[in-house]
């Protein structure tokens, strides 16, 4: 028995799973490449219509107002003539005298002092007379400040100037040493003997620091025998 008249069983048709990855990839491709071109568009031009969040709209900028001439132009006319002027009549006039730029004034005497040093002073004496106590650890200026008549004046007694390279500058007031007499005064300088030459100086004052004598210089010894300066002022007649 012949089987030619038998078909064969028909083939299988195989599905292609990979075109239809293929194609989808594409699809996903294009479609980024279409994304990215509208975001650039977006981007560069932040306008465009189909943008659903354009920007706001700017109001329009608002310029200087352009300057014009209001005021108008001042014209010269073409020639200009001067007024003519009235020269008055030479009067004669007289010559001013001339004065001195400077007149001198006479020179300042100042006021002589009232007190001057009585004849016989500055002397010296020994502290063992006025000051037993202290022997010969002692130094001073004293003496007497008397009017015209010999009485006793109440004034200040300075002592200014330097001692061994120290500075000295006491104040007394006249009256306060009667062992010295009427108007007695008495002014230390030091616990012992110094010599000294013209380094200090006694003056007269008046209550305001006036001066009211002479500035005398005077000496010092370094002798227990001669460690009392004595300088006595009076006033003159």
């Given at each position: 028995?012949?089987?030619?008249?038998?078909?064969?069983?028909?083939?299988?048709?195989r599905?292609?799973?990979?075109?239809v990855?293929?194609l989808l990839?594409?699809?996903?491709?294009?479609?980024?490449l279409?994304?990215?071109?509208a975001?650039?568009?977006?981007f560069?031009?932040?306008?465009?219509g189909?943008?659903?969040?354009?920007?706001?709209?700017?109001?329009?900028?608002?310029?200087?107002?352009?300057?014009?001439?209001?005021?108008?132009?001042?014209?010269l006319?073409?020639?200009?003539?001067?007024?003519p002027?009235?020269?008055?009549?030479a009067?004669?006039?007289?010559?001013?005298?001339s004065?001195p730029a400077?007149t001198?004034?006479?020179?300042?005497t100042?006021?002589?002092?009232?007190y001057?040093?009585?004849?016989?002073?500055?002397?010296?004496?020994?502290?063992?007379?006025?000051?037993?106590?202290?022997?010969?650890?002692?130094?001073?200026v004293?003496?007497?400040?008397?009017?015209?008549?010999?009485k006793a004046?109440?004034?200040?007694?300075?002592?200014?100037?330097?001692?061994?390279?120290?500075?000295i500058?006491?104040?007394?007031?006249?009256?306060t040493?009667?062992?010295f007499g009427p108007?007695g005064f008495?002014?230390?300088?030091?616990?012992?003997p110094?010599?000294s030459?013209?380094?200090?100086y006694?003056q007269l004052?008046?209550?305001?620091?006036?001066?009211?004598?002479?500035q005398?210089?005077?000496?010092?010894h370094d002798?227990?025998d001669e460690?009392?300066?004595?300088?006595n002022?009076?006033?003159k007649?």
């Open positions: 028995m012949s089987l030619d008249f038998i078909d064969e069983p028909k083939k299988k048709k599905s292609h799973p990979g075109v990855w293929n990839s594409v699809l996903v491709l294009l479609s980024t279409c994304l990215l071109g975001f650039m568009l977006v560069v031009n932040p306008y465009v189909f943008n659903p969040f354009p920007p706001p709209t700017l109001p329009p900028v608002i310029g200087f107002p352009t300057p014009t001439a209001t005021l108008p132009a001042v014209t006319p073409p020639t200009w003539t001067p007024s002027t009235i020269t008055p009549p009067t004669a006039t007289s010559i001013p005298t004065t400077f001198p004034t006479p020179a300042f100042p006021t002589p002092f009232p001057e040093l009585q004849p016989g002073t500055p002397s010296y004496t020994t502290s063992k007379i006025f000051h037993s106590a202290q022997g010969c650890h002692w130094l001073s004293a003496g007497q400040v008397l009017d015209a008549s010999g004046v109440v004034v200040n007694v300075v002592v200014r100037g330097e001692l061994a390279g120290t500075p500058e006491v104040v007394t007031i006249s009256g040493a009667a062992q108007g008495e002014l230390q300088l030091a616990d012992h110094i010599v030459q013209h380094t200090l006694v004052a008046d209550p305001n620091g006036l001066p009211l004598s002479p005398v210089y005077f000496d010092t002798s227990c460690n009392i300066t004595l300088i002022f009076r006033l007649p």
